[in-house]
């Protein structure tokens, strides 16, 4: 079985550009996560999206989204890019919602702005 | 922001030797999560010790909690090179839905050979 993949590993874009990152959860799991990670310092917790409803929102600005589509794969978007936005984006799977069995991780789109 | 702190930050070792790091954490949890990360790419998901255990093993790995110190430390045994990584300590909060994990700022071993 597949795990979560993410697309794409790499991306660079410039200061004010959007973003679209993707992910797909291992097969069955409906919960999928976001989680931005800043060089040096552990994941913050972004969005939480369940059965295709955001189900929680991390302390981020409007300026991200995401949304999820019938097959439970999921896409987070970034407006108006800012050099603070450089950052590994994670994706966590899960079979249910609540956290308490654990996620499993893909490997990360590592985004730069310039 | 993060939920806590991991001790040390920085830990370097010899093959063999067993590797303690420390996590504190600052609210109430339902549960806590250690996960490793290689060279800055995913979190694998290592152990899970829920907020009434005390202790908990898994092949390597031996956790503790202790709820009223608001910590946790993650033991491997026996180390081994492939155990180079970041650790991450991540509670599942009392008051945040349940569905979402808060990291701490990870302890980086080294294991040489």
């Known amino acids: 079985d597949a795990g979560v993949t993410q697309s794409p590993t790499h991306l660079i874009k410039t200061r004010g550009q959007q973003v679209t990152l993707r992910c797909s959860p291992i097969s069955g799991h409906k919960s999928v996560s976001w989680y931005q990670q800043v060089l040096g310092q552990g994941p913050q917790f972004i969005f939480q999206y369940y059965e295709k409803e955001e189900r929680g929102r991390g302390n981020f600005p409007d300026r991200f989204s995401a949304r999820q589509f019938p097959n439970y794969s999921s896409e987070l978007n970034v407006n108006a890019l800012l050099l603070g936005d450089s950052a590994l984006y994670l994706c966590?799977?899960?079979?249910?919602?609540?956290?308490?069995?654990?996620?499993?991780f893909g490997s990360g789109t590592r985004l730069t702005v310039v | 922001s993060q939920q806590g702190e991991e001790d040390p930050q920085a830990l370097s070792i010899q093959e063999g030797e067993n590797a303690t790091m420390n996590c504190s954490y600052k609210t109430s949890i339902n549960n806590l999560q250690w996960y490793r990360q290689n060279s800055g790419r995913g979190l694998v998901h290592l152990i899970l010790?829920?907020?009434?255990?005390r202790e908990k093993h898994s092949g390597r790995l031996r956790v503790t909690l202790d709820t009223s110190k608001k910590s946790s430390s993650l033991l491997i045994t026996a180390s081994r090179a492939a155990d180079t990584a970041s650790y991450f300590c991540a509670t599942d909060g009392v008051t945040g839905g349940g569905n979402k994990l808060t990291f701490g700022t990870g302890t980086q071993l080294k294991v040489e050979l």
């Open positions: 010790i829920r907020s009434n255990e």
């Open positions: 966590a799977s899960s079979l249910v919602r609540l956290a308490n069995y654990g996620y499993t």
